[in-house]
C-alpha cells in the first residue's frame, strides 16, 4: 500500500515564524501536489512538482521535489495568518489515482 | 477555463434516507470523475473514480454508489443512508493525459450529515 506521511501533524506559530511542512513515502511518483484548504471548502492547488529535486517558489512559499521523487517539503517564510489552513501533500503514481496525506494544519497567530 | 461545480453545499438526512450529490465539469471533455470523503479536517479518501460515461470504479465496500450518466457529470448515491456517511464529500476531475502531471482539480465540497 502506498502511503503518504505528513509531518508535523499540526503547527501553531506566531506571524512572522518561519516553518517547514514534511511530506515523505517510501514509492516513487510521476508528480506531487501540494494543496492548501480551509474549512468547508475544497483544497485549491498551489504547486505540481514533477521533476526530481526541482525547487518551486511561489511569493514566500517554496516547494522542493526530492531528488528520488520519494518527498517533497513546503517551506513558509515569514508565516502571516492569512497562511492558517490544512495543507495537503497529494501523489500520483502515474495512473488514475492520487494518494493523499493526512495533513498538515497550520494555525498563525497575529 | 475548466470549472467544476457540485451541490448541494449542504445537506441534513435522516437515517435511512437516500442520498444523491451532483457534480459537473465545464470547459473540458473527457475528464477523470472522482469521489472523495474527508474526515473532519484530515486527508482525503477515495471514493470511486470514472474514466469515461457509465465507467466507475471503486475503491472501498460501502453503503454508496456512482454514476455518471454524461461525460461531465458524475454523481454520488445512497439508497439508505447510515450515520457513518456522514462528512464532507469532495468531487473532482483531472485531464486523461498526463500534461498537467496528472494534478486534481476540486468542487466546493458538500457538508453531509446524517442524523
Known amino acids: 500500500t502506498q502511503l503518504l506521511e505528513q509531518s508535523p501533524q499540526f503547527l501553531s506559530i506566531q506571524e512572522g515564524e518561519n516553518l517547514t511542512v514534511y511530506c515523505n513515502s517510501s514509492s516513487v511518483f510521476s508528480s506531487l501536489q501540494w494543496y492548501r484548504q480551509e474549512p468547508g471548502e475544497g483544497p485549491v492547488l498551489l504547486v505540481t512538482v514533477v521533476t526530481g529535486g526541482e525547487v518551486k517558489k511561489l511569493k514566500r512559499l517554496t516547494f522542493q521535489f526530492g531528488d528520488a521523487r520519494k518527498d517533497s517539503s513546503l517551506h513558509i517564510t515569514a508565516a502571516q495568518p492569512g497562511d492558517t489552513g490544512l495543507y495537503l501533500c497529494a501523489a500520483n503514481t502515474g495512473g488514475f489515482k492520487t494518494i493523499f496525506g493526512a495533513g498538515t494544519r497550520l494555525f498563525v497567530k497575529a | 477555463s475548466q470549472t467544476i461545480h457540485q451541490w448541494p453545499a449542504t445537506l441534513v438526512q435522516p437515517v435511512g434516507s437516500p442520498l444523491s450529490l451532483e457534480c459537473t465539469v465545464e470547459g473540458t471533455s473527457n475528464p477523470n470523475l472522482y469521489w472523495y470523503r474527508q474526515a473532519a479536517g484530515r486527508g482525503l479518501q477515495l471514493l470511486f473514480y470514472s474514466v469515461g460515461i457509465g465507467q466507475i470504479s471503486s475503491e472501498v465496500p460501502q453503503n454508496l454508489s456512482a454514476s455518471r450518466p454524461q461525460d461531465r457529470q458524475f454523481i454520488l448515491s445512497s439508497k439508505k443512508l447510515l450515520l457513518s456517511d456522514s462528512g464532507f464529500y469532495l468531487c473532482?476531475?483531472?485531464?486523461?493525459?498526463?500534461?498537467?502531471?496528472?494534478?486534481?482539480?476540486f468542487g466546493e465540497g458538500s457538508w453531509l450529515t446524517v442524523v
Open positions: 473532482a476531475w483531472n485531464r486523461r493525459d498526463s500534461s498537467s502531471g496528472n494534478t486534481i482539480y
